[in-house]
């Protein structure tokens, strides 16, 4: 499985961003799909994931009630909508696939794909 991430950029404190990471192949929809990030000097971090169906997503407190992870198994295609982002949210972002029975999943070890990744800057 191949992920292509697109959508990143700079923005200001309270904007927004939609992320977009499209798989190839044929089995994206038996994949659970993650968000990670990883700012300068951290550890690469989990931000959310969703389940095979997209019936269910998780995700860390640090973004929940901001950030919606969503995905659409036709167009292989899994989206990170960011709203109300502040300068703590800069980081290059990570999509990545996990065959692991749960969506709950954060652990970036159980992902078995990862996507190039892409710069989100947040100014103030």
């Known amino acids: 499985v191949q992920l292509q991430v697109c959508g990143g950029g700079s923005v200001q404190a309270g904007g927004s961003l939609r992320l977009s990471c499209t798989a190839s192949?044929?089995?994206?929809?038996?994949?659970?799909m993650g968000w990670f990030r990883q700012a300068p000097g951290k550890e690469r971090e989990f931000v959310a994931s969703?389940?095979?169906?997209?019936?269910?997503?998780y995700y860390a407190d640090s973004v929940k009630g901001r950030f919606t992870i969503s995905r659409d198994n036709a167009k292989n295609t899994v989206y990170l909508q960011m709203n109300s982002l502040n300068p703590e949210d800069t980081a290059v972002y990570y999509c990545?696939?996990?065959?692991?029975?749960?969506?709950?999943?954060?652990?970036?070890?159980?992902?078995?794909?990862w996507g190039q990744g892409t710069q989100v800057t947040v100014s103030s």
């Open positions: 192949g044929r089995t994206f929809s038996s994949y659970v």
């Open positions: 969703i389940a095979r169906s997209g019936s269910s997503t």
């Open positions: 990545a696939a996990s065959r692991f029975y749960s969506a709950t999943v954060r652990d970036s070890t159980l992902y078995n794909y």
